[in-house]
């Protein structure tokens, strides 16, 4: 309670490809893993869709933390 909770975004092409970056600040000391959620079957699939998706595109999706904070950066090919 009381944390300075945010959410930062950055959309760009550059050279024929999309990077998309989202950073969002995290109570946690150390990056999640999987869900807090009570029902943990029918959570998680985001990020493997996202995952699977920039990859059949040319890309990848790196997820990478820090403690208070969590960057999810993917990256695609854009364009003919």
């Known amino acids: 309670e009381g944390a300075d909770r945010w959410v930062r975004s950055n959309l ?4 024929g490809y999309l990077y998309f970056a989202v950073h969002n600040s995290c109570a946690d000391e150390e990056l ?3 869900t807090s959620k009570k ?16 990859e059949k ?3 990848e999706l790196v997820i990478s933390g820090r403690p208070g904070a969590v ?3 993917v990256t ?5």
């Open 12 to 15: 760009r092409v550059c050279d």
């Open 71 to 73: 960057e999810c950066t």
């Open 39 to 54: 029902d943990k079957k029918d959570h998680g699939l985001g990020l493997k869709i996202i995952r699977e998706l920039a």
């Open 32 to 34: 999640p893993q999987g």
């Open 76 to 80: 695609m090919r854009w364009g003919k």
């Open 57 to 59: 595109h040319g890309g």
